[in-house]
C-alpha cells in the first residue's frame, strides 16, 4: 500500500467536507467568523475561544449567546484535543472548527478522526442525546454530575450533554476515511 | 497550614487558600487541559487541611465559565468542605455571579443541591 498516498485519500475526504460547509457561507449574512484546521493544543484552544468571544463582542451578540456559544466551543475543541486521532503515515491531525454566523443563529461545525471501533457506540450515544428532552438531558447531566468522575484521560461523560444543553440543535455525522478510522463531524446550532 | 495561591491564567483561574488570613477563593475562567492534573494540588491542599480541624471555613467562588471536566473538578473538591462540615467544621460557600449570568448561578445551584452545603449567594455589581 502506497501510504502517502493512502494519507492524500483520506486528507481529500477530510477537505471535502470542509469545504462543503464553507460553501454555504459565502454572502453578507453568512459567513464563517472563525476557522481552524488541523493541530490542537491548549495555547490553540485558548487563542480560539478568545477569538470567538472577540468576533461576537464585535457583533454585538448578547451576553447569555456569547457565553452558549464560547461554552460550545470548548466543549468541542476539548473534545477533540482529548480523544482525536492523528491518521494515515504522516499523522496528520484530521481537525477542523468552523464557527459561522447566520441571520438567526450561529452554527459551530467541528470535526475530528476517531477509530471505527467506537463509532457505532458514538452513533448511539448522540442518537439518544438527540431524543432527550431538556428535562431528560438535565436530568443526565445531574446524575453524571452526581456519580461521575474524571477519566485517566480527564474526560467526564459530561461533555456532549453539556453541548446539547447549550446548544439549540444538535446534527453529527460520520464519514470513512480508510480501514481505521473515520471523521466524526458534529454540528451545534446556537440561536441569536 | 503553607498558603497556597495559583495565578490566574487564559484559561485557568485564581486560586488563593490562606487560612491564617481566613481568605479561600476561586476566581476566572476554568478550562484546563487536564482538569484532573489541575486541581490535584487544589484538592490534595483541602485534605491535608482536614487535619488541622478548623473551626470554620468559607470558600468564594467567582467563575465567569466552567468547562464540563473542570465541573467535575471543583465538585470533588467542594465534597472535601463535606468532610470538613462532617467533622465539625463550620463550612460556608459564597457563590458569585453576573446579574445576566443564569448558567454560572444554576451550577451554584446544583452544587448545592448535591452537597448540602451552606451556599450563599452573591451578584457581582
Known amino acids: 500500500m502506497d501510504l502517502k498516498k493512502s494519507s492524500s485519500v483520506e486528507h481529500g475526504i477530510f477537505t471535502e467536507k470542509v469545504n462543503t460547509i464553507r460553501a454555504a457561507y459565502k454572502t453578507e449574512d453568512k459567513k464563517i467568523i472563525v476557522s481552524h484546521i488541523g493541530e490542537l493544543d491548549q495555547r490553540k484552544i485558548n487563542t480560539l475561544s478568545s477569538l470567538v468571544e472577540a468576533q461576537l463582542e464585535h457583533l454585538k451578540v448578547s451576553k447569555t449567546t456569547t457565553k452558549k456559544i464560547f461554552n460550545v466551543v470548548i466543549e468541542v475543541l476539548q473534545n477533540i484535543a482529548l480523544h482525536g486521532e492523528n491518521v494515515g503515515a504522516d499523522e496528520i491531525p484530521l481537525n477542523y472548527l468552523l464557527v459561522a454566523r447566520n441571520t438567526s443563529d450561529f452554527v459551530v461545525y467541528a470535526g475530528n478522526a476517531v477509530p471505527n471501533g467506537i463509532v457505532k457506540k458514538l452513533e448511539e450515544r448522540l442518537k439518544r442525546i438527540q431524543s432527550f428532552s431538556t428535562f431528560e438531558l438535565k436530568k443526565q447531566y445531574m446524575d453524571v454530575l452526581t456519580n461521575g468522575s474524571l477519566s485517566e484521560k480527564g474526560g467526564a461523560g459530561l461533555g456532549f450533554l453539556t453541548m446539547a444543553l447549550k446548544a439549540h440543535e444538535i446534527n453529527f455525522d460520520f464519514i470513512n476515511l480508510n480501514d481505521e478510522y473515520s471523521l466524526f463531524s458534529i454540528q451545534l446550532k446556537v440561536l441569536r | ?125
Open chain 2, 1 to 125: 497550614m503553607t498558603r497556597f495561591e495559583l495565578e490566574e491564567t487564559s484559561n485557568t483561574p485564581h486560586i488563593v487558600f490562606d487560612s491564617e488570613a481566613n481568605k479561600f477563593s476561586i476566581e476566572g475562567k476554568s478550562f484546563p487541559e487536564d482538569s484532573k492534573e489541575f486541581y490535584r494540588r487544589v484538592i490534595d491542599w483541602m485534605e491535608q487541611y482536614k487535619a488541622e480541624k478548623p473551626a470554620a471555613i468559607s470558600l468564594s467562588f467567582n467563575l465567569f465559565y466552567l468547562s464540563s471536566s473542570s465541573i467535575i473538578s471543583v465538585k470533588q473538591l467542594l465534597l472535601k468542605l463535606v468532610d470538613l462540615q462532617n467533622q465539625g467544621t463550620k463550612v460556608s460557600v459564597t457563590w458569585k455571579y453576573d446579574h445576566d449570568d443564569d448558567d454560572i448561578k444554576k451550577t451554584g445551584e446544583d452544587y448545592q443541591q448535591l452537597t448540602k452545603l451552606n451556599f450563599v449567594y452573591k451578584v457581582n455589581v
